[in-house]
């Protein structure tokens, strides 16, 4: 009889690695522990993987806008994206925030600056005097 047989005749409840070596119930919670960090952390990189070589705004979209519009469409992409940015630092001062920022709030600031980019590179092509990066911070108080 193997020494592999004999342990299990031995303890038949405990689990065996493919190689026969005795793998015990602490060992397991370590694989499991390790797994599962590195399974997080993979999913944090994953997330935090913002990157500006891509555009996830609709090409084309803003060329039927005369320079009007797109001036006026920049002014809210920018209100729209100064609010993401606070809402992204506040978001990333608690714990896991990182996490619950990149969940929340940055898909949409992605898309809010791809449709600036695209905005601008249409305003460009038309030759049209772009104002909307000249909003103030703060927006005047509603009467």
Known sequence: MTLKAKQRQASPGL???TFGFYVGPMIKLRRLA????????????AGCAGSDTFSLSQPGKYNVYNC???????????RRERELEDLI???????????ASALAYRNEYNITQGDLRELERVG?????VMKHR????????VR
């Open 34 to 45: 390790v797994f599962s960090a590195v399974l997080a952390v993979t999913a944090v990189l």
């Open 15 to 17: 689990a065996f690695a």
């Open 68 to 78: 009007v519009l797109l001036n006026e469409n920049g002014i809210a992409l920018v």
């Open 89 to 99: 630092r506040k978001a990333e001062q608690g714990p896991g925030g990182k996490i």
């Open 124 to 128: 460009a092509e038309k030759n049209c």
């Open 134 to 141: 000249l909003v103030p911070e703060q927006q005047p108080p």
